[in-house]
């Protein structure tokens, strides 16, 4: 039960409560992706504002697990705000989180990726109990995959 | 409870083992079921002491290998209730190898645009998407019977929707609802507007009594691994005219009389329908799985997965009232022991989360049933579903993973 | 000789057996092989400690045997020298489906009237009968390399035949008269001229090295049960590009992203080609047989089978001369395990059926490949294969049985 | 190696070695039917003259094993002279000498059949040895099948 509770963080489970940031901004002009995780049906819309680099509102619509639903919600916090760059890096950082331990679960040869500042994380080091747990992996990736996807098409 | 589960529950290995801490309650029989030792160990002998290839060889091992394949036929026809096993039953991968079959071979060979094939929204994936295929190559029409808000066939359009189809292929159960459909009926109904019907009996076979002869349908689909048996095997079943009368599906050894460099020419059902090697150990491994349900009883299994399953909803419902749903039809007749529940507040992801915590296994999400999921207005459901091996404590089991679930997400 | 073949011997149970109070003598590895107890240890516990259908579980043994099922795709394709095994290597049931899944895929969507497949006399049905069914239906050209006398292709109008094929599908060891094909320069060749190349290694992938990534092939096609693995499995593995560009085979659960009642999304490879239940424990049964092959090495059980071979050939040549004809080329470089007898005024047949009398395993008929019977001009021939658990002893009795033979129908 | 001594009886070798009535009548007038064993590519040509009923000349040709070359030249010889309705009731008393052990040795819960007079059936009883061979039965019936094919093609 202690790796359940790991999973399900008391700021998980508010954010899954209290989703942040939660509907969808007129698009265009809001950059807007659609994420879908064909194994449990989560799906995840994905619309921001950029202007001058920054990403002055970003909102998530959708429906999933509360895993799916917090990811996105902190993944919303966490880059509002921001400028590009800094959301890059985030998304770097984040899905560097997640796939560290799904290589050392395969018992993989692949070399111990780079060490993680998971306080640089803040609020989202919480979701690293979900390693634990590599078919939900999938549900905490989905927004953020789904936000890289958002900047790849943009272009920005 | 009319099994003595308790003894039963030796037979099966795999319930012995304990996860995080607890019990295992396996409540994920609609996915796959568990094998008993007896099948396992069949499979073992067979290739401990028999293995070769089939057909064709003289030496001693190769023809038992032969003898055991073939004899696989009689078990599996005998549990269909099948007339001509030797020429009628056939081995395939799993169910939806043996829907492709059928679309593929008996579909291209009767049907050209414009013909109707007749399924309804409750169809797993296996039974939609080759049909949509073949809509989408040869421009076959493919209808849907609806589903009432108590999870039963609406049957109100039946006859208009055969009207002029060419095939009705149906589940037998459901694997989201449970519903049990009234086969026969839909047999005479098909039949009586010129129309086959093709049965999906993935989720029927391995807990309701099957009589392919008296039910009168003309074929029949279903899975070794939900029936106590291996995976890597499926059976399709036709009925002999049918089968005679439809072109190979898949080219290879086996399916042959000859072959020359300008053409083959098709062997008899039901080699006609099994190129290559066929699944042997598997073969060996079904007609044992099949031989131990027939120790205990097909009508047995059926009772006591329809008292579990009575006793289920009850709890469940006393325990819980609203706060959760159980989709699909009340208990008795027409409902089978499957049960899909949705938690309210909760995603059927962490319900199965929770629910593993304490031991016990369920499925969450669309169980290739996205249609029906439409329908129903979920992204996904948490789905427990009884074989012959649980009991009431599995229930108990299951209703404190719930509860433990709902106080995480109060 | 190079393996330690009495020790080998101790993990395969089979062997122990004895038929008709003799040792059993399993020379018919070219049909099926024999696999080692942990191959059968690792499905026996596979049923007995995790089985539950793949993906979408979230409970620890749905987990683990998803975890199992991907991870073989690792072991396979690190076997196979496959750049991406997560999305190249598609589990079929045999080769004879991973053929077919070519020909309807691959085949239906870049070929059309009038385009040519180039194959050999040599195949075997598997890699005949799935394009003569694309011939009759779409109306493809197919084209035959020759055999030579001494059993080797014939490559000087190879050019010729390519000029405007698309696919080369080729055996890369013939399953009759051991001829292994210069995959390489066919590769070579068959690019030069725009086409593909599908390798047939059904033969080869069990006793000589593969490496799809130097030999530059483009798909290869492989069963289990050939390489000490279980039945109900085969291998297809395509060049990620080609197969990302391929529509499905077969529709059902698992290879769809979304099903709605107008139609269906498919999911990417390798998921796109595996609909249904996949055959899961004999995935786990198959990356145990290719870890005990690895173990042993390949190139040494191919230096042990070359060995055998030549031994054979020439106690053959010594002691029945002309009376015995060995089909296929010297031993050597190009010659594989596989020795297709003649025995003088005796029928193939009964040649099988009396060295089953001193428990010699060998297979009589025409293998599978009736073009090349009819080549040859017999009817059949007695085949006798060897696998990595046969040494000169095997060889001894196959000789007394052949004198014995020759004596009875003297 | 008992049973496999009971297989090859001398005189099937005998008839296998030297087979009786080889060859092909020309056809018409001769009736002629093509039998196949698809698993060992045995194929056996069946031309026979009838006349008034009776069977005046028969001729195999074709390839195969010792049981099957055997049985049809036993087979030629049993039946050559006799009428139609004898050769039918050789045919089906064949038939039931390698059927009998076909069921028997498949335990099934068919009923056992009407004793056979071996004395009745000459030579070929010598062939009731292959029954322990179940994949040689088929060897063995090859040519009495085609034979049956050839009289019911005929009508006669
Ligand atoms: C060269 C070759 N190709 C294809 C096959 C077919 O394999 P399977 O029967 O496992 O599909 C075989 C074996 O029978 C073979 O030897
Ligand atoms: C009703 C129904 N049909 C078809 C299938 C497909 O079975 P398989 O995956 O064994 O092909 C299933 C099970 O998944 C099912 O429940």
Same mark, same amino acid.
């Not at chain 1, 080091?125 to 634990?132: D, N, R, S």
């Not at chain 2, 057909?55 to 030496?59: I, P």
């Given at each position: 039960m202690a790796d359940l509770e790991e999973l399900y963080r008391e700021i998980i489970l508010d954010h899954y409560r209290s989703p942040r940031n939660r509907g969808e901004l007129a698009s265009p002009p809001a950059l807007r992706a659609e994420g879908f995780n064909p194994l449990c049906g989560d799906e995840i819309v994905v619309t921001l504002d950029v202007n001058g680099g920054i990403v002055d509102d970003i909102k998530i619509a959708g429906q999933g697990c509360s895993i799916s639903q917090s990811s996105a919600s902190m993944m919303s916090a966490a880059v509002k705000g921001k400028n590009i760059s800094e959301v890059r890096k985030t998304i770097a950082t984040f899905k560097t989180l997640m796939s560290v331990h799904e290589a050392q679960l395969e018992e993989s040869d692949t070399p111990e990726p780079e060490p993680i500042d998971l306080n640089a994380l803040g609020e989202l080091?919480?979701?690293?109990? &979900? &390693?634990?747990f590599p078919v939900r992996i999938k549900c905490a990736t989905l927004s953020w995959n789904t936000l890289a996807q958002t900047l790849d098409d943009a272009g920005v | 409870m009319s099994l003595d589960v308790a003894t039963l529950r030796k037979d099966f290995p795999l319930l012995d083992r304990k996860v995080h801490d607890r019990r295992m309650v396996y409540l994920d029989s609609a996915a796959s079921s568990i094998p008993p030792q007896c099948v396992i160990d069949a499979m073992s002998t067979y290739y401990e002491t028999t293995h070769a290839n089939v057909?064709? @060889?003289? +030496?001693a091992t190769a023809e038992e290998a032969t003898r055991l394949y073939e004899h696989s036929r009689k078990v599996v026809g005998g549990f269909l209730g099948a007339p001509h096993p030797d020429e009628e039953i056939v081995f395939t991968k799993n169910t939806t190898e043996s829907i492709n079959l059928l679309a593929h071979s008996w579909g291209r060979k009767n049907l050209t645009a414009g013909d109707a094939v007749v399924v309804s929204i409750m169809e797993h994936h296996a039974n939609i998407v080759p049909w949509q295929m073949l809509a989408e190559e040869i421009g076959i029409e493919l209808r849907f019977l609806q589903v009432s808000d108590? @999870? +039963? !066939?609406?049957? $109100?359009?039946l006859d208009q929707l055969l009207e002029g189809a060419k095939l009705l292929s149906i589940t037998a159960m459901s694997n989201v609802l449970g519903t049990i459909n009234p086969i026969k009926e839909l047999a005479q109904a098909a039949h009586a507007h010129g129309a086959l019907i093709h049965v999906d009996g993935a989720q029927s076979v391995p807990h309701l009594p099957t009589d392919v002869a008296t039910s009168d349908i003309d074929f029949l689909s279903f899975s070794g691994h939900k029936v106590l048996g291996p995976t890597g095997i499926g059976v399709f079943w036709g009925r002999r005219d049918l089968l005679e009368a439809m072109p190979p599906f898949l080219g290879g %050894?086996?399916?042959?009389l000859d072959v020359r460099t300008d053409g083959f020419l098709a062997a008899n059902p039901p080699q006609r329908f099994e =190129? %290559?090697? *066929?699944p042997i150990a598997e073969a060996v491994g079904l007609s044992e799985a099949i031989r131990y349900i027939q120790g205990i009883g097909i009508d047995e299994i059926r009772t006591h997965e329809r008292e579990l399953t009575s006793t289920a909803l009850k709890a469940i419902d006393d325990q819980f009232g609203s706060r959760v749903i159980v989709h699909? *039809?009340? =208990?008795? $007749? !027409?409902?089978?022991?499957v049960l899909s529940l949705t938690l309210e507040g909760v995603h059927a992801h962490d319900v199965a989360q929770i629910l593993d915590s304490v031991g016990v296994c369920v499925r969450p999400g669309h169980h290739c049933a996205k249609p029906l999921m439409r329908f129903l207005g979920v992204p996904a459901t948490a789905r427990a579903s009884f074989g012959l091996y649980n009991d009431t404590d599995d229930i108990e089991v299951l209703l404190e993973g719930l509860e433990a679930t709902a106080k995480l997400f109060a």
């Open positions: 080091a919480a979701l690293q109990g &979900v &390693v634990k | 057909h064709r @060889g003289v +030496y108590e @999870g +039963y !066939l609406v049957l $109100d359009d %050894g086996g399916m042959i =190129a %290559g090697t *066929p699909g *039809p009340p =208990a008795g $007749d !027409l409902r089978g022991g």
